[in-house]
Structure formats: structure tokens, C-alpha cells
């Protein structure tokens, strides 16, 4: 009788396992339009940044970051930047760290009142572009596209505290909070994983199929890497460099979002779309929606907080006749008509 009840009590607790690690992808994401918000002003974009805390976005534009509410309604800026990429939010020590391409230089603001702390010079460094915040060693990485290394900052003193060599062009990274980081080696077509204490490279891995890896995110309960590739895929793979999985996504991704509370992978693309993947196992993903956003809002952030998902765009005229200094010549941005889309369930 006792073996009986054990016996059925362990498939019970089994089946409960297996139901968990392989939870059917829902019928859509029930993500839509929440907001359309004509933001205005001058400048182009790179990174936004959400902060779950006060659910405040950061809009990077150049020579600013615009920095919005919620529902997309200006609270202030911080000026005087020169090539901002975007903001690190290290809500830990209260303050945002902007990478700025032109000067060399992280610029530390204070999250309440986004008055300037400090601006940091990092004289090895050449065109800082994406960044990260790795809570295990308290520091802010910045990844500079011209160098091909990675800056370490102290997020508490301000002060550099050397530099990872990279192995090219480096493009979004994400930490698993334990001390081992990843970055996409955007002209290698590599995964690039690095010590965040001891600034070394730990390994090189190969992303086969994938053309020029963008935007990353992660899952750090099952170890998954969620990358971008311009090849319309969105590859995932273990901590290790395996690849489990690879996901159609649309033209021209940019940025990478994963929400651990829903098990949805979000992916944005230049071509006007959001394409979102749930995660039906660690090695199982689904796509589970298209999200029609706006030709040009190729960039995004989720705010985990309340699970809304940013992106911009604006309007654009005709492109320039190419010229043989600028043979790929860009459509030029309509004054003042830079657009937040704001999307929620």
C-alpha cells in the first residue's frame, strides 16, 4: 500500500515537472497599440532603456537622451552629450551611466533627478556604443565598436577598472548575474563570453546562420541566449554556445527582450514589426505573434515592471541620389515628427 502510494505520488509529481518545463504556447501574445505619442524634437536614436522602478524610458537622440513617463509624456532631459547611444539604469546605486560614441566617455547621472554626477574619459576606448550592468562585480560594461574591447566602470566610485579585450566589433550583451557575460561580435558572426571580475575572455562560439548578431536577451532561470541576426533569425542558444533553436523573425532586427514572467522573446525590426516567440521548453520556442509596429522602429525596450514594450520611429522623405562618398545615402528624418509606440496587454 505505502510503495503503492509513493509510487503514484512520484508520476504525479513527475507529470507536474514535465507540464512546467513544457508549458503549451499560448493562441497570441495579447499584445496591441497602447499609446502613440509624437515626441518631437531633433536628433536620431539608438538604444531605450526602461526603468521597472519608476517606469521612467530613456530615448537616446545624439546629443540627449529624452527621458518619458510611462505613457510617453516628457519629464526631462539630459543634454550636452556628444553621440549618446543610450543609458545603462543601475537602479543599485541610483544612477545611469549614457555611452557616448563621439567623446570617449560615459556620462554618470542621477536617476531622480537626472542632474550630471561626473563624466568619465576612457582614453583606450574608441566609439562607445552598447552597454551593460553586471550586479555581481558592481560594474557598468561599455562595448566600443571602434576598439573592439569592452570599458569596465565601477558603478559606485565612477572609476575605470580596465578593459576586455574582444575579438571585433561588438554589439549587444547580457550577464547572468553570477560573473560570466556575452556579447555578439557583430563582423565575426561569434558569441563572445568574458569573466566580468577577472575583464578575461572565456570563449569564442561560432553563431552558424546568423548574419551580423544585433540585439541579445536572456533567460537566466533556464540559461538561454536569445540573439538577433540580420539573416531574419532569431538563433537561441545555452551558455555554452549550443545552438537550441532558431526563429523567423522580420528584416532588419535591432533589439532583443525577454520577459521571464511570461516566457515571451521579443525581437524589433526596422521592416515595422515585433516578433514575438514563447519559450514552450528550454530547447521549444513558438512564434505566437507578429506585432505591427511602424516601418523604421527598429530599436525597443520592455519594461518588466509593467510588461509594456517601447519602441520609436519617425517620418522620413525621399532618399538622396547615392554619391561615391555616400553610396548608400539614408532617407532624411521630417523635422519633429520623432514617434513613441507603446504596447501593452
Keep these: 500500500m505505502r510503495r503503492t502510494t509513493l509510487a503514484a505520488l512520484f508520476l504525479v509529481c513527475a507529470a507536474a515537472l514535465v507540464t512546467i518545463a513544457a508549458a503549451p504556447a499560448p493562441a497570441g501574445s495579447g499584445y496591441h497599440l497602447l499609446k502613440k505619442v509624437t515626441v518631437g524634437g531633433e536628433g536620431g536614436w539608438d538604444y531605450l532603456s526602461a526603468d521597472p522602478v519608476s517606469h521612467r524610458v530613456y530615448l537616446s537622440r545624439g546629443t540627449h537622451i529624452m527621458v518619458v513617463d510611462a505613457d510617453g509624456k516628457v519629464v526631462g532631459d539630459i543634454p ?20 557616448n560614441g563621439q567623446s570617449n566617455s560615459v556620462t554618470i547621472f542621477d536617476l531622480k533627478t537626472l ?12 566609439g562607445p556604443d552598447g552597454f551593460m550592468y553586471d550586479p555581481s562585480s558592481k560594474r557598468v560594461f561599455v562595448f566600443n565598436a571602434r576598439s573592439h574591447d569592452a570599458s569596465a566602470i565601477d558603478a559606485k566610485t565612477g572609476e575605470v577598472a580596465g578593459t576586455v579585450p574582444l575579438t571585433g566589433k561588438p554589439e549587444a550583451a547580457q550577464t547572468d548575474g553570477m560573473g560570466h557575460a556575452w556579447v555578439n561580435i557583430e563582423d565575426k558572426a561569434e558569441l563572445l563570453e568574458f569573466d566580468t571580475k577577472e575583464l578575461k575572455v572565456l570563449g569564442n562560439f561560432p553563431l552558424p546562420g546568423c548574419e551580423e548578431p544585433t540585439g541579445m536577451a536572456i533567460d537566466r532561470a533556464h540559461k538561454r541566449l536569445f540573439i538577433g541576426c540580420h539573416s531574419k533569425v532569431m538563433l537561441v542558444a545555452s ?12 528584416e532588419g532586427v535591432d533589439a532583443g527582450n525577454f520577459d521571464p514572467s511570461t516566457g515571451l522573446a521579443f525581437s524589433s525590426c526596422g521592416d515595422g514589426t515585433i516578433t514575438v516567440t514563447h519559450e514552450d521548453s528550454p530547447d521549444k520556442y513558438t512564434v505566437v505573434d507578429t506585432i505591427s509596429t511602424q516601418r523604421g522602429a527598429r530599436t525597443m525596450t520592455l519594461d518588466t515592471g509593467n510588461h509594456n514594450l517601447y519602441t520609436v520611429t519617425a517620418e522620413f522623405g525621399p532618399a538622396p541620389a547615392p554619391t561615391p562618398e555616400n553610396p548608400r545615402a539614408r532617407p532624411p528624418q521630417i523635422p519633429n515628427t520623432f514617434t513613441l509606440l507603446i504596447y501593452g496587454k
Design 80 to 99: 550636452n552629450l556628444k553621440g549618446t547611444h543610450g543609458a545603462e539604469i543601475v537602479n543599485e546605486f541610483g544612477r545611469g551611466f549614457s555611452s
Design 115 to 126: 542632474a550630471v554626477i561626473n563624466e568619465v574619459n576612457l582614453p583606450p576606448a574608441n
Design 239 to 250: 551558455y555554452d554556445g549550443k545552438i537550441v533553436a532558431s526563429v523567423p523573425i522580420g
